[in-house]
């Protein structure tokens, strides 16, 4: 009988054990960090962006028009966050960014890029709400609209949309020049532009072609194709920024007042299907080039610098999120040249949409996918 109860306890342990070796995600080697991949949140459906609550809770958007709660511990809130705009999920638009104001807490503005219908087609928009949460539910109120891309048009690609808040409080807001490449150079023309606002929308003083006949004021670069990704530099405190390319030529830049970004005139890319040049090649003077290139494409989506203490030998590092090729780029700097690049969980995770530091030094991503997932790193070890 005791032998019998031995061998039937350890049975159950050994299952026990199994059960655990098997939740417990492996371990995960790179160049310069060990480090898990922990599943925090599943269900999502094409999640776009993350936003960390100071709650400890996380807002995530998903692109047909829901905003999701998360509680602290990853368990998804059934009911949408209720008072969002009204989302034209056409193509690649829908519902993208989502970001709180710098001084949140105090105001409890949360800030929403998106594609709105209107005359003339869709656009990219932005507005802004004030979080409540209460007995009654999760919600924006007194939702303003901020921002509207003049004018809109036809077409389901290149909506952009990040949304980034400078240290003097100003408000970034990248765009993509909607398919039809031309509107890019066309300065009364809001398409292929990054925007610069204060917070409630009104135009700052300063912009770059601020006052200038036949020019939208709310410009502050041109040229750019499609930007889905931009981030702060932790030194500089100026705006990087990643751009899509056509068959080729991603690109990565430093987002300065007043430049022109090239698209469609230079660029690195070629024609999908035919590989015929576009422009007249990949410079020309007065057009910016980038400080880094993909050829072939990996479809940036999602960007940010590590400046955390939970991966030492990463801190500095750009970290770049990639559709195609389903991986994470890790990007070493050396001022502004990118001195190397390691590829991580290529074909592991799926298309990673968005890259965010999260208040506890974690990396944090997204995946893009009816089932898509909040995943976190997480340190293994000294290395």
Not at 35 to 48: D, K, N, S, T
Request: hydrophobic letters at 40%; charged letters at 20%; a positive charge.
């Amino acid at each position: 009988m005791i032998n019998r109860a031995f061998h039937h306890l350890f049975v159950c342990c050994l299952s026990l054990s199994c059960v655990a070796a098997q939740a417990a995600p492996l371990p995960i080697g790179s160049e310069k960090a060990s480090f898990r991949v922990e599943q925090v949140a599943g269900g999502l459906v094409h999640p776009w962006s993350l936003a960390f609550l100071p709650d400890g809770r996380y807002l995530v958007t998903e692109r047909a028009g829901r905003l999701r709660l998360l509680a602290a511990d990853g368990t998804l809130d059934p009911q949408p966050v209720s008072g969002v705009p009204a989302v034209a999920a056409v193509g690649q638009g829908g519902l993208l960014d989502v970001v709180l104001h710098p001084e949140f807490a105090a105001n409890g503005w949360v800030y929403l890029s998106y594609s709105a219908a209107g005359a003339g087609g869709v656009g990219t928009e932005v507005a802004r709400g004030r979080w409540v949460s209460d007995r009654a539910g999760n919600r924006l109120e007194g939702l303003q609209v901020i921002y509207r891309q003049q004018p809109k048009s036809n077409g389901g690609v290149h909506f952009g949309s990040r949304l980034v808040f400078d240290r003097a409080g100003f408000l970034y807001i990248t765009q993509g020049d909607r398919g039809e490449m031309a509107r890019a150079q066309k300065p009364d023309d809001l398409a292929g532009k990054l925007v610069r606002l204060h917070d409630d929308g009104r135009v700052p003083q300063d912009n770059p072609w601020q006052g200038k006949p036949g020019v939208r004021p709310e410009i502050f670069s041109l040229g750019h194709r499609s930007v889905q990704g931009a981030a702060l530099h932790p030194a500089s405190g100026e705006l990087w920024t990643h751009e899509h390319g056509p068959q080729g030529g991603d690109e990565i830049n430093v987002v300065r007042a007043g430049r022109n970004y090239g698209w469609p005139t230079i660029t690195y890319g070629v024609n999908y299907g035919f590989g015929t040049k576009i422009g007249v090649g990949t410079q020309q003077a007065g057009l910016e080039q980038p400080l880094h290139q993909w050829t072939p494409s990996i479809a940036p989506s999602g960007m940010a610098f590590y400046t955390a203490d939970r991966f030492p030998a990463w801190r500095g590092n750009l970290f770049v999120g990639a559709l195609k090729f389903q991986m994470l780029v890790r990007l070493e700097l050396d001022g502004e040249r990118i001195r190397h690049e390691e590829r991580l969980l290529v074909g592991q995770q799926g298309r990673i949409r968005d890259v965010r530091q999260g208040p506890d030094g974690l990396l944090y991503l997204l995946t893009d996918a009816p089932d898509g997932k909040l995943l976190r790193l997480t340190p293994v070890g000294g290395k």
